[in-house]
């Protein structure tokens, strides 16, 4: 199984983002997708997840309003739209995808993607 992450890059706060993420070499039918970011000097957290058969999201507070996520099924592939950005955004974005449920903890992530860094100046 491969992830593919790309889309970082330098935006200005309130601006928009969108991330991609291609997965490869898997059955995700039964999988959920996992959106993660660490800052600098900060854990990782979850951003928010998508199962990939229903299509079922969740958000954490913080991103919630703002950002989006979205999966095209013949495309494997996963997106995270991030509009009106602000500079406590900034970070590597990671996604991920597992069997159990990624919003209750990273450590349900069978595969990683190399991340991709989004920083939003203010």
């Known amino acids: 199984v491969q992830l593919q992450a790309c889309g970082g890059g330098l935006v200005q706060a309130g601006g928009s983002l969108r991330l991609s993420c291609a997965a490869s070499?898997?059955?995700?039918?039964?999988?959920?997708m996992g959106w993660f970011r660490q800052a600098p000097g900060k854990e990782r957290e979850v951003v928010g997840t998508i199962y990939w058969s229903a299509g079922i999201t969740y958000y954490v507070d913080s991103v919630k309003g703002r950002f989006t996520i979205s999966r095209d099924k013949a495309k494997n592939t996963v997106y995270l739209q991030m509009n009106r950005l602000k500079p406590e955004d900034t970070a590597v974005y990671y996604c991920?995808?597992?069997?159990?449920?990624?919003?209750?903890?990273?450590?349900?992530?069978?595969?990683w993607g190399e991340g991709t860094l989004v920083t939003v100046s203010s």
């Open positions: 070499g898997g059955d995700f039918s039964r999988y959920n």
């Open positions: 991920a995808t597992g069997a159990r449920p990624l919003f209750q903890s990273s450590r349900f992530a069978l595969y």
